[in-house]
Structures are given as structure tokens and as C-alpha cells.
């Protein structure tokens, strides 16, 4: 059985590019496996693009590159395996992958069926070099038919990148994540361009299959395949927030092998990632933002969590300090209610009390807060409104 929530891992893209090989990935693995990112839900190792060889083999299957993967795929998925680890692997819907390697368009069955051969759990599904003729939706639906036929248990990840009005239907091929933006890039531009373009997709979010924000640059540092000039450790933490609330999956794209203990800081908050693991798997409603605005707003998102608690994340998109304030019967927590507010500062891990009827704040420029807020009796005690810190 497939989970439901979004997906957590490790992929090679981000940092490695075409430079990935057999020592890469068990290195990796052995480092999931001991630093504690398995124990935080890091559970999919994945191998993206320029793995295989140029030519498929008389019978029409993919070929690991022999220089690359000297003891084939099945050794390396039985090597994650033992790690306590899932691992995953990449193709395209189109005559070539993005790279230019073989690809799955007219050989999904025997691609699925190869895949399952060698013990993989994930299939990051790409769109390049895609028939102009054939829809999308045919290629998607097909190779996630294909999947559910192999055999195996294999989780569908299409990486169409949000065109051809994917979220209309990308649910229908059975995928569990889409991506719904292009390329991530190692800087805060990126951040900016891809959260602004998650705002009017959110209503497609949620449990089963999500919206995919792509990889993680957390702790890239301006370093790899797509390190283009590189964030702050605000802007990374603020990266991370706004992934977990939003339910996109949360798949490090840095070299987890040389983590910094900032970035282990960022990416095994348990605190956020229950937020973004959340089992009920709602989506994000928007408190303060428009898609119309720039990318330079404060944004106020918050998630009605299973149990009843709310998280609220307020994000400061722009270059100067921001006082976001959330009334509370915009909660749906008014004065009928009888409740209050107690609230917890998860990117600290610090109770800052019980609020009443609404609470605001202060946002440095690219910073922000996440709260997770439990309803409670109002009994007339209650902080002051303004939360410091
Ligand atoms: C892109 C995709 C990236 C990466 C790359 C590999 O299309 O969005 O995430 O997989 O191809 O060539």
C-alpha cells in the first residue's frame, strides 16, 4: 500500500546532476539511514536522470550504465532496501529524457515492468521530448496504468511541471504528486516565482496526491546542478516552512553527506513535518495574499490539521519588515465559539500561551513564523495580542 501523505526523500538532481554512480547512492543511503532524516520520515532514496545508457538492449529494455552502476540496479535497490529505505527512479513520457537518455514513450509496460524487476518503489515521471500529437493526460494515464500492472507497489510522481492544465486531470492517471512548477533554482528568486504560482493551484492539493513544489535547495548553499547564487539560512528555513504547510513532498535535493548543523536543523524540524505530514491531508487555505499581488507579499496560510488543531504560517515574501495580524473569526474561532487560542511556535519549538479574538506579529524581510494553535475553553486568560520573537 502506497502512503497517502506527501512523500519524503532524497533526490540526485538538485546537487549531482549527471553525476551520480553507485558510491553516491549507497553513501547516501548509509547517511539517511544514520543521521536521523530517516527517523524524521526521509524515507525515499531517488535516482533522477542520466543513469542508464544511450541504447536500450535487444529486447528493448533500459540499461544502467555498466561505468556508473557496475552491479546494475537491482544490487543498488537491494543495498537501500537493507537501510530500511525505498528507492526510487526516473523516466520521461517522451522520446528521450531531458538529459537525452532513452525514455519510456511507447515501452511504459516493459519500463514498468524492468523497474519492478529491480525492487523500485518511486517513479519520478518527466515530459521532455513529448509527441507534440499525444496529450499528455494519454502518456500520464498510461504509464500510471502500467505501474498499478507491474507488480509492484510503485509510487507515481509526474514532473510535467503544471502545463497543459495538469491539476485538471493529472488525478485521474493515478499519479500521488504532481509537480506543479518548474525547475527549482538554488536562490530566492525561485522561492518567490514558485510559491506565488502554488496560490491558485491550491484548491488541487491533498491526500493522495499532492502538489509538487519540486525538490528541496535547502543546505545546497549555492553549490550543484542547480545552485544558482544560493539562499540565506532565513530563506532556507523559510523555504522548508512554506513546503511542509503547502503538502508539497519533501525531497532534499542538497549533498546530505557534508549537512551543515543548520541545515540538519532546517530539514528535521518533527515539528513542521508533522504539519506537512498531517493524516488528514487538507489543503492550505489563504488568509492574507492574492495571486494577483506581487511575489513580494506577506502571505497567512493556514491548515485545518486531523484533531482539530489549526497551523498557521505567516510568510514575509518582501525586502523590508512586515506586522501580519490573523483575527480569529477568520478561523472560524469567533466570539460564539467560546474557544481561545493556544499557540506554539513550531520553527522554535516554544508555547507562547493562550490568545484571544486575534494575535499579530513581526516578520523580518524573507522570514517567517508557524504556529500550531490548539483550541481551548475561553476563560478570560489569555496573552496580550502581539507575539514577540
Ligand atoms: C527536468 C525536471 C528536473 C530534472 C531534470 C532531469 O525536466 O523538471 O526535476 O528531473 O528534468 O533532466
Redesign the pocket.
Same mark, same amino acid.
Given at each position: 500500500m502506497i502512503k497517502l501523505t506527501p512523500p519524503m526523500g532524497w533526490?540526485s538532481?538538485?546537487t549531482f546532476?549527471s553525476e551520480i554512480d553507485e558510491k553516491l547512492i549507497m553513501e547516501t543511503a548509509d547517511v539517511m539511514a544514520e543521521s536521523g532524516l530517516l527517523e524524521c520520515g526521509y524515507d525515499y532514496l531517488v535516482i =533522477?536522470?542520466?543513469w542508464s545508457l544511450r541504447k536500450r538492449d535487444e529486447n528493448y529494455k533500459l540499461v544502467p550504465d555498466p561505468e556508473k552502476f557496475p552491479h546494475g540496479m537491482k544490487y543498488v535497490a537491494d543495498y537501500v532496501h537493507s537501510k530500511g529505505l525505498k528507492f526510487g527512479m526516473?523516466s520521461?513520457d517522451g522520446y528521450k529524457?531531458?538529459?537525452g537518455f532513452p525514455s519510456s514513450y511507447q515501452y511504459e509496460f516493459i519500463d514498468a515492468e524492468t523497474f519492478a524487476s529491480w525492487g523500485v518503489d518511486y517513479l519520478?515521471y518527466?515530459?521532455?521530448y513529448k509527441p507534440v500529437t499525444v496529450p499528455g493526460k494519454l502518456l500520464y494515464h498510461k504509464m500510471g496504468l502500467a505501474l498499478e500492472n507491474c507488480g509492484r507497489d510503485i509510487m507515481f510522481s509526474a514532473?510535467n511541471?503544471g502545463v497543459e492544465n495538469v491539476q485538471e486531470w493529472i488525478k485521474e492517471t493515478g499519479a500521488h504528486l504532481w509537480?506543479s512548477t518548474? =525547475?527549482?533554482h538554488d536562490n530566492w528568486e525561485s522561492i518567490k516565482d514558485l510559491t506565488h504560482q502554488q496560490i491558485a493551484l491550491q484548491p488541487y492539493n491533498g491526500l493522495g496526491c499532492f502538489n509538487d513544489m519540486?525538490?528541496l535547495v535547502v543546505g545546497m548553499n549555492g553549490k550543484g546542478n542547480v545552485g544558482f547564487g544560493g539562499c540565506t539560512y532565513d530563506e532556507y528555513r523559510t523555504h522548508f516552512a512554506l513546503w511542509c504547510l503547502l503538502n508539497s513532498p519533501l525531497m532534499i535535493g542538497c549533498d546530505i553527506r557534508i549537512m551543515t548543523p543548520e541545515t540538519k536543523a532546517i530539514l528535521m524540524n518533527k515539528e513542521l513535518i508533522a504539519i506537512n505530514q498531517d493524516p488528514a491531508g487538507r489543503q492550505p487555505c489563504m488568509l492574507m495574499g492574492s495571486k494577483d499581488g506581487p511575489k513580494e507579499q506577506t502571505y497567512v496560510w493556514y491548515k485545518h490539521l486531523e484533531g482539530g488543531d489549526l497551523a498557521i504560517g505567516l510568510f514575509n515574501m518582501s525586502d523590508n519588515p512586515s506586522y501580519p495580524w490573523v483575527g480569529f473569526e477568520q478561523l472560524g474561532v469567533d466570539h460564539t465559539s467560546g474557544k481561545d487560542l493556544k499557540i506554539r511556535d513550531v520553527m522554535n519549538h516554544r508555547d507562547l500561551g493562550i490568545y484571544h479574538d486575534m494575535f499579530s506579529t513581526g516578520l523580518e524581510p524573507h522570514c517567517c513564523k508557524v504556529f500550531r494553535c490548539t483550541l481551548v475553553p475561553a476563560d478570560g486568560n489569555y496573552n496580550i495580542s502581539f507575539i514577540n520573537g
Amino acid at each position: 500500500m502506497i502512503k497517502l501523505t506527501p512523500p519524503m526523500g532524497w533526490n540526485s538532481w538538485n546537487t549531482f546532476g549527471s553525476e551520480i554512480d553507485e558510491k553516491l547512492i549507497m553513501e547516501t543511503a548509509d547517511v539517511m539511514a544514520e543521521s536521523g532524516l530517516l527517523e524524521c520520515g526521509y524515507d525515499y532514496l531517488v535516482i =533522477d536522470d542520466c543513469w542508464s545508457l544511450r541504447k536500450r538492449d535487444e529486447n528493448y529494455k533500459l540499461v544502467p550504465d555498466p561505468e556508473k552502476f557496475p552491479h546494475g540496479m537491482k544490487y543498488v535497490a537491494d543495498y537501500v532496501h537493507s537501510k530500511g529505505l525505498k528507492f526510487g527512479m526516473y523516466s520521461c513520457d517522451g522520446y528521450k529524457t531531458c538529459a537525452g537518455f532513452p525514455s519510456s514513450y511507447q515501452y511504459e509496460f516493459i519500463d514498468a515492468e524492468t523497474f519492478a524487476s529491480w525492487g523500485v518503489d518511486y517513479l519520478k515521471y518527466d515530459n521532455c521530448y513529448k509527441p507534440v500529437t499525444v496529450p499528455g493526460k494519454l502518456l500520464y494515464h498510461k504509464m500510471g496504468l502500467a505501474l498499478e500492472n507491474c507488480g509492484r507497489d510503485i509510487m507515481f510522481s509526474a514532473c510535467n511541471w503544471g502545463v497543459e492544465n495538469v491539476q485538471e486531470w493529472i488525478k485521474e492517471t493515478g499519479a500521488h504528486l504532481w509537480r506543479s512548477t518548474g =525547475d527549482i533554482h538554488d536562490n530566492w528568486e525561485s522561492i518567490k516565482d514558485l510559491t506565488h504560482q502554488q496560490i491558485a493551484l491550491q484548491p488541487y492539493n491533498g491526500l493522495g496526491c499532492f502538489n509538487d513544489m519540486d525538490m528541496l535547495v535547502v543546505g545546497m548553499n549555492g553549490k550543484g546542478n542547480v545552485g544558482f547564487g544560493g539562499c540565506t539560512y532565513d530563506e532556507y528555513r523559510t523555504h522548508f516552512a512554506l513546503w511542509c504547510l503547502l503538502n508539497s513532498p519533501l525531497m532534499i535535493g542538497c549533498d546530505i553527506r557534508i549537512m551543515t548543523p543548520e541545515t540538519k536543523a532546517i530539514l528535521m524540524n518533527k515539528e513542521l513535518i508533522a504539519i506537512n505530514q498531517d493524516p488528514a491531508g487538507r489543503q492550505p487555505c489563504m488568509l492574507m495574499g492574492s495571486k494577483d499581488g506581487p511575489k513580494e507579499q506577506t502571505y497567512v496560510w493556514y491548515k485545518h490539521l486531523e484533531g482539530g488543531d489549526l497551523a498557521i504560517g505567516l510568510f514575509n515574501m518582501s525586502d523590508n519588515p512586515s506586522y501580519p495580524w490573523v483575527g480569529f473569526e477568520q478561523l472560524g474561532v469567533d466570539h460564539t465559539s467560546g474557544k481561545d487560542l493556544k499557540i506554539r511556535d513550531v520553527m522554535n519549538h516554544r508555547d507562547l500561551g493562550i490568545y484571544h479574538d486575534m494575535f499579530s506579529t513581526g516578520l523580518e524581510p524573507h522570514c517567517c513564523k508557524v504556529f500550531r494553535c490548539t483550541l481551548v475553553p475561553a476563560d478570560g486568560n489569555y496573552n496580550i495580542s502581539f507575539i514577540n520573537g
